[in-house]
């Protein structure tokens, strides 16, 4: 657990009453939806295969992690991180690194040898924040979409 002021960050799973907060983040991490469309998305990506993980401090949530696993055919078992938002207010208080933390203790435990993630380039923050915690690159790749 760390400090935060004067109470204490606490991970936990996301529930529907954070609908509101993660909302609030993930506009902070500039994908802007209404709080019906996350509570329909966190009721789709919870589970056996995924898990939001937030951090709760006494103001309310102040980040999350989206970890689910990563199963291909080239790969064994691993996890990806799909998503981390800290609040731009509670920032460099290392509750990034605890969410991270949660994340791997969740892949260990299904059995995952490896945590991979995924960041923008234009994200040089997230960059140094990957590495202090012994992340490295190992690919750039290019990333299509096709709407269907």
Known sequence: MIE???GAVV??????ADVP???ELIAQWGYPAQPAVVAARLQRVTGETDAVLVAVAASGVVGWVHVGLYS?????????VLGLVVDT????????RQLMESAEAWARERGCHALYLRTRLSRRGAHAFYKRLGYRQIKTSLTFVREL
């Open 4 to 6: 935060e002021e004067r």
């Open 11 to 16: 991970i936990r799973e996301a529930i529907g």
């Open 21 to 23: 907060a993660l909302t």
């Open 72 to 80: 291909t055919l080239a790969t064994d078992n691993a996890a990806q």
């Open 89 to 96: 207010s509670k920032r460099r208080q290392s509750i990034g």
